[in-house]
């Protein structure tokens, strides 16, 4: 099992998906050296979702997200990042191309991370949350409906209460060691914010992830969604996030929620509106008598811009932290705490 940190620093394990993950990596690499980015491994839409579909390869795109991040070198990051617009290739991008050639050469899916890792001369690291090749599955026991795969999942408009839920891999996924072992090690762990059940719920139901979680001794934090996903978490609130992160996981492991409290213009709340989601409304007496410590602040970050060669069929959101004021946030509590 490879040791995911090396230096007498802070160990931070940031936990989750694609853009959430980015975003929250992007920021806290600044404080710190040591820093492991443990992965959702159940992607199957867009570029990610025709690689897997086509060659029979593990989800790339969001463990290229992560690498990115984490990358040291501009051009070689932009390299990784460009998406075709044209061609054979329209709509992938060169860094999930790249992995997946390199898991095609070298038969293994985490020595073609560790390959792109060297390229991108990474700060830190990433790791697949499960090296199994899962596909997510959604179900509702009292109505017998069932949805299978991610893809599926994130572009429904859930008729029953998702809360009441069961989320599960197919096959049943093993946690990567080397994941479990960066849980173990890290002094601080944040769940960054996504999609609640395709980008984070995923990666929690994998078979010893929530040992490994209740048992680590780091501090554990949640930066909580900003916004509403239409058609599956409609007026859930800063509470509801959290309730079910640690339904996942099956316990309550969360010492700290993050939440946003700062107002959108009306300008922003219009560009919420047309992606169909609202500011996760904050319900201050029930966070008040949690278990954890809430924080609010100010967190809304800039609207992102599609990418014109973001062809191949995916759901993205363009809402985002301000990643330097929740870095910044985590790492004053980490430091009260300790």
């Known amino acids: 099992m490879k040791d995911p940190f090396t230096k007498n620093e802070i160990k931070i394990a940031v936990i989750g998906g694609g853009t959430g993950s980015f975003t929250m990596l992007s920021a806290l690499k600044g404080y710190t050296s040591q820093i492991a980015a443990i992965v959702s491994m159940a992607d199957d839409g867009g570029s990610t979702g025709v690689l897997r579909d086509e060659l029979g390869t593990l ?11 984490l990358s040291d070198s501009p051009k070689i990051r932009d390299l990784f990042d460009y998406r075709f617009d044209e061609g054979t290739f329209k709509g992938h991008s060169f860094g999930n191309l790249l992995l997946t050639a390199l898991e095609k050469v070298t038969g293994d899916f985490s020595e073609a991370v560790e390959t ?20 997510l599955k959604m179900e509702w026991a009292e109505t017998s409906l069932i949805l299978h795969g991610e893809r599926v999942i994130d572009a429904e408009f859930f008729k ?33 914010p996504g999609d609640v059940y395709t980008s984070l719920g995923p990666l929690l139901v994998i078979d010893g992830m929530s040992e490994a979680l209740q048992k680590s001794e780091a ?77 609010g602040g100010n967190f809304l970050g800039e609207i992102a811009e599609p990418h014109s060669g973001d062809v191949i069929p995916v759901t993205r959101s363009l809402i985002r932290h301000n990643a330097a004021a929740v870095a910044q946030s985590i790492m004053e509590i980490y430091h009260s705490e300790r």
């Open 160 to 192: 029953h209460d998702p809360r009441k839920a069961v989320l599960s891999l197919v096959p049943a996924a093993q946690a990567n060691p080397t994941a479990l072992s960066a849980i173990e090690q890290a002094d601080l762990i944040v769940i960054a």
């Open 59 to 69: 989800p790339s795109g969001d463990v290229r997200q992560c690498l990115v991040a």
């Open 219 to 295: 501090l554990k934090i949640y930066v909580s969604n900003l916004v509403s996903k239409k058609g599956q978490t409609d007026k859930f609130t800063v509470s509801d996030h959290a309730a079910e992160i640690e339904r996942f996981a099956g316990a309550h492991f969360l010492d700290y929620v993050l939440y946003n409290e700062q107002v959108p213009t009306k300008k922003i709340a219009a560009r919420y509106e047309e992606e169909g989601g609202y500011i996760t409304a904050v319900d201050t007496d029930v966070l008040a008598n949690a278990h954890y410590h809430a924080v």
């Open 116 to 135: 792109a890792s060297e390229i991108l001369r990474v700060n830190g690291v990433v790791i697949p949350a499960t090296l199994d090749d899962v596909r």
